[in-house]
């Protein structure tokens, strides 16, 4: 038999890593994800994972590392030697980058650097996948972004990532790496962390159903953004390794709405007007806003064959969904 593929995922704590990490499994792939050292462990979207067949477990290892510790990089790439690298770590929430930039930049720029350095000089010869964003295209007068609309970021966040994203495309120039970027737009799940809006709005929504809560505050409600399910797109980041040649992919759905829209579709669910529910807190705002972002995919579908399957009602109603089961549950 063929030795199995093995891949490194960092952030696999979060959202995109563990739909990654279960997709990985499925394909026969030994699984590694590096975990930051905490007093208590932050692993609950991945628990399932650990706690699965004997087998599954058997090829998924945790290691303790971070990305603001190349002796710790380092030291993992060597011992592990994997043939993908999907680096989704990062300080990724918008507002929070304004208040910690300079962690954010030292986690979200310097640590795609950190990998792709440790790469290069320990000579692994995995195929690496940057998770990019959309919000690198920030105030953008394009209808719809593609690969090739001109980056205008609005965040401390925002601008990691185009640090990160060039830095990558600059590694596969200068080293013949087979490094590529999936510029992702937003994309949401159950499993999405509680302090983003999407997740904020479908647990307020549970909340308000049950009784436990009256009112949910929210900022602008006009920003209007292209909305996904995580599970589709960590499809097409292992799609990106999976071609001949390393190119760089906008993943999306084409379609656009609005904060309002979710909240309305997310109210409508269970049967409740959100006018009667939601008020605008000034606290909410971001210093810099994005007003409006679009993805035009038809690359990702011409030459990968990938397109979203979730629309954006089924994804509204399957996390307003969720959280009344997991308030069930408590």
Known sequence: MPEAKRALITGITGQDGSYLAELLLSKGYQVWGIIRRSSSLNTSRIEHIR?????????????????????????????????????????????????????????????????????????????????????????????????????????????????????????????????????????????????FVTRKISMAVARIKAGLQDKLYLGNLDAQRDWGYAGDYVEAMWMMLQQDQPEDYVIGTGETHSVRDFVEEAFTSVGLDWRDYVEIDPRFFRPADVEYLRCDPGKAKRKMGWEPRVKFHELVKMMVEADLEELKAR
């Open 51 to 195: 706690r699965s067949s004997p087998e599954q477990e058997s090829n998924f290892q945790l290691v303790y590392g971070d990305l603001t510790d190349s002796s710790s990089l380092n030291q993992i790439l060597q011992s592990v030697q994997p043939h993908e690298i999907y680096n989704l770590a990062a300080q990724s929430h918008v507002k929070v980058s304004f208040e910690v930039p300079e962690y954010t930049a030292d986690t979200t720029a310097l640590g795609a650097l950190r990998l792709l350095e440790g790469m290069r000089q320990l000579g692994v010869k995995a195929r690496y996948y940057q998770a990019s964003s959309s919000e690198m295209f920030g105030q953008t007068e394009a209808d719809a972004q593609k690969e090739t609309t001109p980056f205008h970021p609005r965040s401390p966040y925002a601008c990691s990532k185009v640090f990160a994203y060039w830095i990558t495309i600059n590694y596969r120039e200068s080293y013949g790496m087979f490094a590529v970027n999936g510029i992702l737009f937003n994309h949401e799940s159950p499993r999405r962390g509680e302090t």
